[in-house]
């Protein structure tokens, strides 16, 4: 299993199919200009060609970091934020910064 984070997202009550959506650009350029450069590189089990457009009703998404790939699963009422079980130091760090990201685009 991994390190999951919860990032309250959307209602539970309505399942996924019905949960708010998650537009990723918005969230690629905060980590940027967090210092933390992402590039999606799966969708939903796919791989993803890097000028291809991103959908906002994902599932499932990879991002690849300077410190590892974090994944990002969305759930009723969440997105949880995930690294492998054996993530080092700075894989967790960049986890926490993915969800902190997160977060702030839902304030």
Known sequence: MGHEVAIAW????TGVS???PCPLPPLL???AADGLPAAVVMVDG???????????DWRDIRLKTSAGTVTLTRKPGA???V???NAD???????AKIADALRSLKA
């Open 10 to 13: 959307g209602s539970a009550v």
């Open 18 to 20: 019905g949960a708010a």
């Open 29 to 31: 350029e905060k980590l």
């Open 46 to 56: 796919g791989l993803h060609a890097p000028l291809a457009p991103l959908p906002e």
């Open 79 to 81: 997105i949880a934020v």
């Open 83 to 85: 690294v492998f079980a």
């Open 89 to 95: 130091d700075a894989l967790k760090a960049a986890q």
